[in-house]
C-alpha cells in the first residue's frame, strides 16, 4: 500500500486550537469513554463564562480554533449561544463533536453559516457493532440525525474509533459515507484512557502490523472516492522527525473544572500545565505535564511510553524498532 497520497499535517505556527469540554455529562455509556469525572469534574460551565473562556483562549493575532466537546456537548442549552458568540468574536473555525443525538433540537437551533463542521461519532457500520460499543439503539439515532443534518445544510464529518472490536469493520463505512454525503472522515486509534485502561488495554490496542495495513488502505479507498480522510500518524518513519506539540503547538484542552492541559494523554493526572481561576489562566507550577514535553527519548512522545508501553517494540541492542510520533500528528488524505 502506497501512502504517496497520505500528508502528514504539521504543526501549524501561528495557529491555536482551543479543544472546550462544556460539560462533562453525556446521556451515553459508551465502553472505551474517556471522560473521567474524578479528574474533569460534574459541572457544566455557565453561560457567562462560555464566552469568558473564549475569550480568554482566542488570540486575535492567530488562526484560533475551537471545538466544542463533552461529555455530549448538545446536553448543554447553550451550545449554540456559544457556537454564535464564538464565530462572532473571531474564531476562525467552530466546530462540535456530538455523539448524535443534537439535544434541545440542536439542528433549529444553530444555522449551517455559524458552524463550519458537526462531527458525529460513530463506531461500526451496522447497529449491532456500533451499539455493542456505544450501546442500544444509538446507530439508529446518531445515523438519522447524520442525514437530518446533511439535509439541513451542515457540513458533516464522521469520527470511528478504532479498536480490535470494529477494525475489521472498517471498510464498511466507505458506502455509507458516500450515501449519507460525509464531507471528512477522522480515524482515531483508541486510546489507553478513561474506561479503556479500566476495561484491559490488551483487549482495545491494535498491533502496529494491524494499523499500518489497514487504515492507511480505508483512508486512500474514502478520499478517492472524495471523502477527506484523516488518521493519526502513530508510527514515525527512521527519517522523519519527532516533534511534541506540547513544545511546538499551541492546544488547549479545557475541562469544566478550569483545568487546562496541552497533551490529552495526561487527561487522567493532575498534571494540567494550567489552570482557569476567576477567569484567569494561570500556569501551574510543580510537576506538570510541560516537564514531560522536554525530554528527548529515542522512542518519540515520552508520555507514550509512561502509559501506553506496549505500544514499543525493540532490536536484539535494546533501540526501538520506530519511534511513536505525537497522538496530534495527523495524516490527510485529500477528498479532492
Ligand atoms: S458519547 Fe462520548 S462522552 Fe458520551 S459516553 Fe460516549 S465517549 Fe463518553
Ligand atoms: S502526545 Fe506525546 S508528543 Fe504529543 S503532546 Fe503529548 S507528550 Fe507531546
Not at 112 to 135: A, H, I, Q
Request: net charge neutral; with cysteine.
Amino acid at each position: 500500500m502506497s501512502l504517496s497520497k497520505a500528508k502528514t499535517v504539521g504543526f501549524k505556527p501561528g495557529e491555536r486550537n482551543v479543544f472546550f469540554h462544556i460539560l462533562t455529562a453525556c446521556n451515553l455509556s459508551c465502553r472505551h469513554c474517556y471522560i473521567n469525572p474524578k479528574q474533569h469534574g460534574t459541572e457544566a460551565v455557565t453561560r457567562e463564562n462560555l464566552e469568558k473562556w473564549l475569550e480568554l483562549f482566542r488570540d486575535k493575532n492567530k488562526e484560533t480554533n475551537v471545538i466544542f466537546l463533552g461529555g455530549e456537548p448538545t446536553m448543554h442549552a447553550d451550545l449554540p449561544h456559544a457556537i454564535r458568540f464564538a464565530k462572532k468574536s473571531g474564531y476562525s473555525s467552530v466546530t462540535v463533536d456530538t455523539n448524535g443525538f443534537l439535544f434541545h433540537d440542536f439542528l433549529a437551533a444553530t444555522t449551517p453559516s455559524e458552524l463550519d463542521f458537526l462531527s458525529f461519532s460513530l463506531d461500526g457500520p451496522t447497529p449491532e457493532v456500533n451499539d455493542m460499543l456505544r450501546g442500544k439503539g444509538v446507530f439508529a439515532t446518531c445515523t438519522a440525525n447524520l442525514q437530518a443534518a446533511v439535509a439541513a445544510g451542515f457540513n458533516v464529518s464522521l469520527i470511528y474509533t478504532v479498536s480490535r472490536y470494529n477494525i475489521a469493520h472498517l471498510h464498511k463505512m466507505i458506502p455509507l459515507l458516500v450515501q449519507w454525503r460525509v464531507k471528512r472522515f477522522f480515524i482515531q486509534v483508541i486510546g489507553i484512557r478513561g474506561k479503556t485502561a479500566i476495561n484491559g488495554a490488551d483487549k482495545w490496542q491494535l498491533t502496529p502490523e494491524e494499523w499500518l495495513e489497514i487504515i492507511p488502505q480505508v483512508a486512500a479507498e474514502a478520499s478517492a472516492l472524495g471523502i477527506t480522510s484523516i488518521f493519526p500518524k502513530v508510527f514515525l518513519e527512521p527519517k522523519e522527525k519527532f516533534e511534541c506539540a506540547g513544545r511546538v503547538a499551541e492546544n488547549y484542552f479545557i475541562f469544566p473544572n478550569g483545568r487546562v492541559y496541552q497533551c490529552p494523554l495526561c487527561e487522567d493526572y493532575p498534571v494540567n500545565a494550567y489552570k482557569i481561576e476567576e477567569n484567569k489562566l494561570i500556569t501551574n507550577t510543580g510537576f506538570t505535564e510541560t516537564r514531560l514535553f522536554s525530554l528527548d527519548i529515542p522512542e518519540g512522545c515520552v508520555i507514550n511510553k509512561l502509559l501506553q508501553p506496549e505500544n514499543l517494540s525493540y532490536d536484539k541492542q535494546g533501540r526501538p524498532l520506530y519511534k511513536i510520533s505525537c497522538c496530534l500528528l495527523k495524516q490527510e488524505m485529500s477528498g479532492g
